[in-house]
């Protein structure tokens, strides 16, 4: 069974910035693919970013595009959200997500989730 772990949620003020990281038991690491979604109370869970196995690939909700950043360190066998310029609707349970060889912004396509981390942007 593979597990995941985040870890950096925090309250932080609008225009603040942080880092989530997403620590996995999936090996061999280089042939999973990461995702991050997000889940803000009464809403739905909604694709965030993710970043192909390789490393050579990301693909970002609209909504996220340019503020946030995704990556991968293979030998920690952890991946990284970046976040910057936060706003207030950017608060939300974030989940790391994880499946062999997936890539892409459909959350079916990932088997492995972690219990996240909440992240929470005062106004």
């Known amino acids: 069974q593979v597990s995941l772990v985040e870890s950096g949620g925090r309250l932080v003020q609008t225009g603040g910035s942080l880092r989530l990281s997403c620590t996995t038991s999936?090996?061999?690491?280089?042939?999973?693919?990461m995702g991050w979604f997000r889940q803000a109370p009464g809403k739905e869970r909604e694709f965030v970013a993710a970043?192909?196995?390789?490393?050579?690939?990301?693909v970002y909700a609209d909504s996220v595009k340019g503020r946030f950043t995704i990556s991968r360190d293979d030998a920690k066998n952890t991946v990284y959200l970046r976040m910057k310029t936060l706003q207030p609707e950017d608060t939300a349970v974030y989940y790391c997500?994880?499946?062999?060889?997936?890539?892409?912004?459909?959350?079916?396509?990932?088997?492995?989730w972690g219990q996240g981390t909440q992240v929470t942007v005062s106004s």
């Open positions: 999936a090996r061999p690491f280089n042939e999973y693919g």
């Open positions: 997500a994880a499946d062999h060889f997936s890539f892409g912004m459909d959350a079916e396509g990932y088997k492995y």
């Open positions: 970043i192909r196995w390789s490393g050579d690939s990301t």
